[in-house]
């Protein structure tokens, strides 16, 4: 099966490492380079055969999706961004995916399998060790390893994430962290908690127990919680 030839254009270091590590657990994608800038890019694509570009939205000197607008080229195109208002008008410019930051393994996975030619077959997922997700940390992208996470907990506009070396907080939604960890085992017993079901000690009707930390159990997330408990008894 021939290889994807990609390349990612990416001005955050950690969003370009992450990007990297995931590409090279894929052995259909080829990573042919790393851009900082759209600039840098134009005098490569025409050089080299591209399949498959991921394209961060805001770069220095030239924004994404005015590169997308300006090149002759099609190449698919999976897009990355922390902000939900410019999906729309990426999928506009008929781009294969938009990825939101922070995105798992698996959502990239998802969005590579898009690609018609050749299909990309579903390779093992890595261990938890080796997961980790990226967050907006006062400006900066932070990776946070998905194994180190105790429970999280919603604080109006920001996330509070308990790990095993202390809080971190972002302003985010709890709902859009958890479309990105529901897959990776984590569960939401109530409106304002998320927690690693490997990580629960005991529970009972009302409460879940991680560590000293007792969290309730809403009555509105009640069954969902307890049919994850159920499909994952061999985690606790």
């Known amino acids: 099966m021939s290889q994807i030839n990609c390349i990612i254009i990416e001005d955050e270091p950690i969003a370009r490492q992450i990007l990297a590590d995931y590409i090279s657990q894929l052995p259909h994608l080829n990573l042919l380079h790393e851009f900082e800038s759209a600039i840098e890019v134009i005098?490569?694509?025409?050089?080299?055969?591209?399949?498959?570009?991921?394209?961060?939205?805001?770069?220095?000197?030239?924004?994404g999706l005015d590169f997308l607008e300006s090149?002759?080229?099609?190449?698919?195109?999976?897009?990355t961004t922390a902000?939900?208002?410019?999906?729309?008008?990426?999928?506009?410019?008929?781009?294969?995916?938009?990825?939101?930051?922070?995105?798992?393994?698996?959502r990239f996975l998802k969005a590579v399998?898009?690609?018609?030619?050749?299909?990309?077959?579903?390779?093992?997922?890595?261990?938890?060790?080796?997961?980790?997700?990226?967050?907006?940390?006062?400006r900066r992208k932070t990776?946070?390893?998905?194994?180190?996470?105790?429970?999280?907990?919603?604080?109006?506009?920001?996330?509070?994430?308990?790990?095993?070396?202390?809080e971190i907080k972002s302003k985010m939604?709890?709902?859009?962290?958890?479309?990105?960890?529901?897959?990776?085992?984590f569960a939401k017993p109530h409106r304002s908690f998320i927690v690693p079901i490997q990580k629960i000690d005991s529970y009972d009707h009302s409460t879940v127990a991680?560590?000293?930390?007792?969290?309730?159990i809403g009555k509105v997330h009640k069954k969902t919680f307890f049919d994850q408990i159920a499909a994952n008894r061999n985690s606790i």
């Open 210 to 216: 991680v560590g000293e930390k007792m969290i309730p």
């Open 43 to 63: 005098p490569f694509l025409k050089s080299n055969a591209i399949d498959l570009i991921f394209l961060d939205i805001h770069l220095p000197a030239i924004k």
């Open 113 to 138: 399998s898009r690609l018609d030619e050749p299909k990309i077959e579903k390779p093992a997922i890595p261990q938890k060790n080796s997961q980790f997700i990226i967050i907006n940390v006062d």
């Open 83 to 106: 902000y939900h208002q410019y999906a729309v008008k990426s999928f506009e410019l008929n781009v294969l995916d938009c990825l939101l930051k922070p995105f798992s393994f698996q």
């Open 173 to 185: 939604r709890l709902t859009d962290l958890f479309s990105d960890l529901e897959s990776l085992g």
């Open 143 to 166: 990776k946070v390893d998905i194994d180190s996470i105790q429970y999280i907990e919603s604080a109006k506009e920001y996330v509070r994430i308990f790990t095993t070396s202390g």
């Open 71 to 79: 090149i002759s080229t099609s190449p698919n195109v999976i897009v």
